[in-house]
């Protein structure tokens, strides 16, 4: 087939769609439209061959990224090696975690000191010099693509850098170019959307607008001051934002995750989040890729409640996200810690379960973000937990302030108005592992490492892919250097952004170590059992014991039996089901599940399946009760 004809086929079966979509969006501007679809075609040319069979392989086979051996890591390319190349030197490491789906923190060039990140971008086209060059970029990914490694990279859509040539532009008075932003000659129209909208940085970045002194204009800041928001209410903002988008795609990417998406559609009188236009976008691009560069995938960042975060996969006939991140999982899981009662996670992991298998999401512990308290409270209220008064609790135990907690998180916008903080920490600091180092208590450290490895065991039996937190999987601390670093010290999040610990790695470590290998020891488990796979259905059931939590996956004959304890002492449990008790045996040491009745050692786990397997001694974590 004729390159062009594969192109004519793809746009052809959506363009009616597209058109639709984009007509009613932009006001029937033909003339848009016909330059997007101009765009589109030169971007399929310029893609590679490679990308190009990529695509076609995975248009074939529309599920190939819901195996049982999809394992994800995200990173920030300097705290893990450097630069781009360093990562591409690294890359046996990251094959030595099982990891096949790489998620490169932001990378493209950016301000130092008003960079949020990486997530103020300023040329999308330019990787930070620090890091490397497209060419290294390119190079990276061509090179994980040879060793079945897929790269996903951020497309901070919803605003540039003021250092984009863009703002420039606008700020020195070009007036197409302040029509790609949301401008404003006094603060009329500001000051009714701050009736409505809710800040996301009330204590580092108060507000949603910027007042720009040099030239007397208010601009929409939802972010910091420095991230412009975008006006998409513009075609031309979703146009060029589109070859931006495949411009990285055709840098050998294979998920994009889409920054902060609910917000990217602005309208007075509401809160400016998840509106139905940011629907139509999201629509859009998806049909842009599938008629472009079908191989690449959407991650959709929603960082909302579940009742949000559903809608951007879509309907089945119109898809949108192709994955999304299960955030409220993540707190709900953090909460159980604090709490030591698996109530909320329970109900919390039956409404994901209760799911379409077709939606896939992103399972995580700990991301580059603090983690928000966005739980379901009035589910919770039924207990007679107060919301403000239970953040409180949350992160009074989390920051170690609680009665016997060793956890060592720290607060992040803390309004005091609302009584809102957020939570910032590694997965090891929040479970104990940094204080007991500290105390030098070996008793505790035994515990501390239970829940990390009692995590990651949960995480991975999740329905979805699991994605590591780099440095993670050994178990890094907090990092507080930050605090001396005067662009950084204000925003906590880079309490668990710190360098990478290849010390611990290189001298073998041996906490590290014991936590590196029971990953690998239950991801080779996951990679090799097909009952693991997004086909399979998931549930939880009751344990009898408020602080264990049962998970089951099925597929076929298959059976798996999971269970987490989630409190720092023994905990007996029950399997009532004869036919998944018999037989049974935990896959990971091998032991047998006996007469219905065990008991879980602090923060121990199981997965009890009928297989036996081979492993090694000394990675059980349940244990028959003596008689
Ligand atoms: C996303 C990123 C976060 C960033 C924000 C603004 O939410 O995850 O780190 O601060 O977007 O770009």
Not at 248 to 265: F, Q, S
Not at 477 to 497: A, E, G, Q, T, V
């Amino acid at each position: 087939m004729k390159q062009s004809e594969e192109f004519t086929r793809r746009m052809e079966s959506r363009y009616d769609e597209l058109k639709w979509l984009y007509c009613e969006l932009y006001h029937n501007d033909r003339q848009g439209l016909a330059w997007l679809c101009d765009s589109m075609e030169r971007y399929y040319e310029e893609r590679s061959e490679s990308c190009k069979e990529k695509d076609r392989r995975r248009e074939a086979n529309p599920d190939w990224y819901k195996g049982n051996d999809a394992l994800g890591m995200m990173m920030y390319t300097e705290s893990f090696a450097g630069t781009l190349k360093g990562v591409k030197d690294k890359l046996d490491y990251v094959k030595s975690c099982g990891v096949n789906l790489l998620h490169l923190m932001p990378l493209l060039e950016s301000p130092k000191g008003r960079d949020d990140g990486g997530y103020a971008v300023a040329d999308f086209r330019k990787v930070q010099p620090e890091l490397g060059t497209m060419e290294d970029l390119k190079e990276l990914t061509e090179e994980c693509s040879r060793q079945g490694i897929n790269c996903c990279m951020d497309f901070v859509m919803n605003h540039t850098s003021e250092d984009h040539e863009w703002a420039r532009a606008a700020r020195a008075g070009d007036a197409d170019a302040r029509r790609r932003y949301f401008f404003y000659d006094n603060w009329d129209i500001p000051s009714e959307y701050e009736k409505t909208v809710p800040q996301v940085f009330p204590t580092t970045a108060p507000g949603n607008f910027t007042w720009l002194e040099d030239c007397g204009q208010v601009v929409m800041t939802t972010f910091y001051p420095y991230q412009w928001d975008l006006n998409y209410g513009n075609c031309v903002v979703f146009n060029d934002m589109v070859g931006n988008l495949l411009f990285l795609a055709n840098c050998g990417i294979d998920v994009i995750r889409l920054d902060a998406v609910p917000y990217i559609w602005k309208e007075l009188g509401t809160n400016c989040r998840n509106l139905p236009q940011v629907h139509n976008l999201v629509r859009m691009m998806r049909l842009v890729c599938e008629i472009v560069c079908p191989g690449v995938l959407l991650l959709g960042e929603v960082v909302m409640e579940p009742a949000k975060v559903v809608p951007y996969f879509g309907t089945v006939e119109k898809p949108e996200c192709h994955m999304l991140y299960n955030v409220t999982t993540m707190a709900s899981t953090w909460h159980t810690i604090a709490t030591r009662d698996t109530g909320l996670l329970k109900r919390q992991l039956d409404q994901v379960c209760a799911l379409p298998r077709e939606y896939v999401f992103l399972n995580y512990l700990r991301c580059h973000d603090d983690i928000g308290w966005g739980l379901d409270y009035d589910w919770l209220k039924n207990f007679g937990i107060d919301e403000a008064a239970h953040k409180k609790y949350l992160n009074d135990y989390l920051t170690g302030r609680g009665y016997g907690s060793d956890s060592r998180g720290a607060l992040y916008n803390d309004d005091p108005r609302l009584r809102d903080a957020r939570l910032c920490g590694t997965t090891a600091s929040l479970s104990g592992l940094e204080a007991v180092l500290y105390e030098r208590n070996d008793a505790k450290k035994e515990t501390a490492l239970s829940c990390i490895k009692m995590l990651h065991a949960y995480l991975l039996i999740q329905s979805g892919i699991p994605m590591i937190y780099s440095g993670d999987e050994v178990g890094q601390l907090n990092d507080y250097s930050y605090k001396d670093d005067p662009f950084k010290r204000d925003d906590s999040r880079y309490i668990h952004r710190g360098k990478f610990p290849w010390k611990l790695v290189d001298a073998k470590d041996d906490t590290a170590m014991e936590i590196f290998h029971e990953l690998r020891k239950l991801e080779t488990i996951r990679a090799g059992r097909d009952i693991f796979a997004g086909k399979a259905s998931v549930e939880t059931f009751e344990t009898g014991n408020v602080h264990v939590l049962g998970i089951r996956r099925r597929l076929g004959e298959d059976v798996i039996t999971a269970y987490f304890n989630f409190s720092g002492e023994n905990q007996t449990v029950w399997e009532m089901d004869r036919e998944c008790a018999t037989g049974a045996v935990d896959l990971c040491s091998g032991r047998a599940l006996s007469d219905f009745h065990d008991e879980l050692q602090p923060y121990g786990y199981a997965w009890f399946g009928k297989e036996r397997r081979k492993c090694n001694d000394g990675c059980s974590s349940i244990r028959r009760i003596a008689g």
